[in-house]
């Protein structure tokens, strides 16, 4: 979407139209940021411009959109042609199919009662083409800039065991001598352990906790009781029953709402997500977190794990940075989601029962592209005739190419 390519007399009526929406969207789609409203008011504005639509009613501007959509058995009014971008095009889609559902009962009034399903299953099947696209784009440049043939979890382990060593010799110094330890270091071996050595155990069997960079914004809470909800992330310390938790109350999967498989081809539905999710914090890595707090006394109104100066705390690349770093060793590259990705290869070659699989899932907060339990619900409803096999079979192979569908019903969106 290039609003600088429209005329002059079209960029006013841009703006004309974005006022419309602004107040229509905000009225209507109150689940949705403002990040998101922004987004689609002026995605919609443009829509509505390029196809000449702006002294309509946002109603029938949609029924309109609409009957092209069917007429002509095209969405390139709405998405675009091959010049533009597919993330672009999945954009236009996303704010036109808002539109659709707010309007599902005009639309079946007043073109027909079929043509409010029918839309919606044209607009899955071009959905599924272009995020398939998306995917396999960033799939590809991730192994150009991040080949994970190169890289294995025991690799990253070896490396922390490294760390785990001579933080044991630092620790050491200190209790026999008072040698104050370099807090780059510590804070260095903090981090390689979050990724790496946060381990919990499910049936006997050990996996691990690895969030994504949530960390940076961890604060320190020690105390019997759990600290209070609000938007912060913690570092949860209890001494009285040694069973530390990490506390996150903000991040791209807690709050506000997500959008799974609806029970009719090419729906979706809304569901709210987890205003906070709790994960484990093994004693290894507790025992290197009062440590450092008892050697450099960090303040508890600011997160924990801070610059090299201790005085600044990370941002979203300063923190890509310090990663580069603490794993320079294997990789000077890597990144969370490189290390997710790693350890989710290592999952997918065990034979773990379905539900055992899910509980690990949770534990890394993965976000997953189809639910691993609706997997199963799509299954069932495959049978029951709910779905046709041909669209779940694409939704579920979206983000695996020509993979077979049982492999495709292990995907999990990292």
């Not at 539109?99 to 009034?109: M, S, T």
């Not at 330890?181 to 071996?189: E, K, T």
């Not at 940076?216 to 938790?245: A, F």
């Not at 939704?395 to 993979?403: E, S, T, Y």
Request: a positive charge; charged letters at 25%.
């Amino acid at each position: 979407m290039k609003v600088k390519e429209l005329s002059q007399s079209e960029k006013v009526n841009f703006k004309k139209e974005l006022l419309k929406y602004e107040v229509f969207l905000k009225h209507n789609l109150t689940h949705l940021a403002q990040t998101s409203l922004s987004l689609y008011k002026r995605t919609l504005a443009y829509i509505s411009v390029i196809n000449k639509l702006y002294d309509l009613s946002i109603k029938d501007t949609c029924i309109s959109l609409t009957r092209t959509a069917l007429t002509d058995n095209t969405l390139n009014h709405i998405i675009g042609n091959d010049k533009v971008t597919d993330n672009n095009k999945n954009i236009r889609l996303s704010a036109y199919k808002n539109l659709v559902e707010i309007f599902k009962q005009e639309i079946k009034k007043e073109i027909s009662s079929v043509a409010f399903n029918t839309i919606m299953e044209k607009m899955a099947k071009a959905g599924g083409n272009i995020r398939k696209n998306i995917f396999v784009s960033r799939q590809n440049k991730d192994i150009e800039t991040n080949p994970l043939s190169n890289l294995t979890w025991e690799e990253l382990q070896d490396l922390n065991k490294d760390y785990i060593k001579k933080f044991k010799h630092v620790k050491n110094q200190f209790i026999k001598y008072g040698e104050v330890p370099d807090y780059v270091f510590l804070r260095d071996c903090l981090v390689c352990n979050l990724y790496v050595n946060n381990v919990y155990k499910v049936k006997s069997l050990e996996f691990n906790v690895i969030l994504r960079n949530e960390y940076k914004s961890l604060y320190l809470h020690i105390g019997e009781h759990q600290p209070t909800t609000n938007t912060r992330n913690y570092i949860w310390i209890n001494l009285e029953n040694n069973n530390s938790k990490i506390i996150i109350n903000k991040n791209k999967t807690t709050g506000g709402y997500k959008r799974c498989l609806g029970n009719d081809l090419g729906h979706t539905k809304l569901i709210p997500q987890k205003d906070q999710k709790i994960f484990p914090l093994n004693k290894e890595i507790v025992n290197i977190i009062l440590f450092i707090q008892q050697i450099f006394n960090e303040r508890k109104d600011k997160p924990f794990i801070k610059c090299n100066n201790r005085e600044i705390n990370y941002s979203s690349s300063t923190w890509s940075k310090m990663l580069c770093r603490v794993f320079k060793r294997i990789d000077n590259k890597i990144s969370s989601s490189v290390i997710r990705k790693i350890y989710y290869q290592k999952l997918q070659e065990s034979n773990l029962k379905i539900e055992d699989k899910q509980i690990i899932h949770e534990m890394c907060d993965f976000s997953p592209n189809v639910h691993i339990f609706e997997q199963e619900q799509i299954k069932d409803n495959i049978q029951e005739g709910i779905y046709e096999k041909e669209f779940v079979e694409e939704n579920l192979k979206m983000f695996l190419g020509n993979q077979n569908l049982s492999e495709a019903r292990e995907i999990q969106f990292l």
